[in-house]
């Protein structure tokens, strides 16, 4: 049976099968985007749990906007972050230097107060339509000869708003079918559309009675916004920060966690920062080479000797090097070395001196000239 290839990330140690079911929850715009996208969201979620069952946090989930409880891992992050995130409140000068800057931003809205008459076709198809256009073309034909826009919307309007006089009451952009607001916002105050307007209600007759254009809100009736904003803003800043120290510290260590196929994680990862300490693995790599590879262990030796150090030390140097400097992608060539030996650790730390003291192979082309 095939072991399942693992991959390392953000010194997390991930099976790529659970990267490849959580890239569903990721959408980009290609596929190596979103298997990056997903690897890094595991990596961090298995640091924060870590994190807060080392500190002995316990989840209480909470309900959401939407009346949707919190899951365990959703609360034990959540409480994390409460926790060892802190953010400092915005000072007055920095909500100024916000509301001077984006004038644009704190607008009140176009409002416009209407009134309409509507013509609904009473029978289906072109017929019904063309008769509803001439009932509106012969309201507009009345009111330009002076009746009243009152008197004719309750006589004639379809619609319930007919018995307000057709008035349409306070409205926003969006609040009207495209074409009406459009041919309503193209009136000045108090003017009539000379032709009726077509949607998919019927032919309508606009009047436009009132119309506010946006203004600057007052900084005192928006400073609270702000307020919320650069909080939003810092707390993402510092939580990004925060999640950042965690990962350098598991890089750190090599790779101190290990995600399981079930979701949870585990701390038995190849975590060689932890390994180097007197009586470690790294202590008794040169017997285990002297076994397993004596020509390894005698360039060892020499590379040691020549170091002018210890063989232990040697060692230890070259692993702790790797541990400092190794990208995501030698972490996860050092696992799939690794990976089903008897003794992982060792195994990679052979590893490690290999790929520092055997000559890496180069490929040469030869190429002939025409002729020769």
Not at 91 to 103: G, K, Q
Not at 192 to 216: C, K, N
Not at 303 to 329: K, L, P, T
Request: hydrophobic content about 40%; charged content about 30%; glycine content about 8%.
């Amino acid at each position: 049976m095939s072991t399942q290839r693992t991959v390392a990330v953000e010194g997390v140690e991930i099976p790529e099968a659970m990267i490849a079911l959580e890239a569903q929850n990721h959408p980009s715009l290609s596929a190596g985007e979103a298997w990056e996208t997903s690897a890094k969201a595991l990596a961090l979620r298995a640091l924060l749990l870590a994190r807060a069952c080392e500190i002995g946090l316990e989840a209480a989930p909470q309900l959401d906007e939407t009346g949707r409880e919190e899951t365990e891992e959703e609360a034990l992050i959540r409480t994390l972050l409460d926790q060892e995130v802190e953010v400092p409140p915005s000072t007055l000068a920095e909500r100024r230097r916000v509301y001077d800057a984006h004038a644009d931003r704190f607008l009140s809205p176009l409002l416009f107060e209407a009134s309409h008459i509507l013509f609904e076709p009473q029978t289906d198809g072109a017929t019904g339509m063309d008769e509803a256009r001439g009932k509106a073309e012969r309201a507009i034909a009345a009111l330009e000869a002076g009746a009243s826009f009152a008197e004719l919307a309750r006589a004639l309007s379809d619609c319930p708003s007919g018995a307000e006089d057709g008035r349409l009451g306070q409205l926003s952009p969006g609040d009207l079918a495209p074409e009406v607001e459009r041919a309503l916002l193209e009136l000045t105050e108090g003017a009539t559309t000379s032709r009726p307007v077509r949607s998919r209600f019927g032919w309508h007759v606009l009047r436009l009675d009132r119309r506010a254009e946006p203004r600057r809100l007052p900084f005192e009736e928006v400073e609270d916004r702000i307020a919320l904003h650069l909080e939003s803003r810092a707390w993402a800043a510092v939580a990004a920060r925060y999640a950042a120290g965690l990962a350098e510290k598991a890089r750190l260590k090599g790779l101190s966690l290990k995600l399981t196929p079930d979701g949870g994680f585990s701390s038995e990862g190849l975590a060689l920062g932890d390994l180097l300490e007197e009586g470690g693995p790294a202590a008794r790599t040169e017997a285990w080479l002297e076994a397993v590879d004596p020509a390894l262990g005698r360039r060892v030796r020499a590379a040691a000797e020549a170091a002018g150090e210890g063989v232990q030390d040697y060692i230890r140097q070259c692993v702790s090097s790797f541990v400092a400097e190794a990208s995501d992608e030698r972490w996860t060539q050092l696992l799939s070395a690794a990976q089903g030996a008897e003794d992982p650790a060792l195994t990679a730390i052979g590893q490690i001196l290999r790929s520092k003291l055997e000559p890496v192979a180069q490929t040469f082309t030869l190429i002939r000239r025409r002729g020769e």
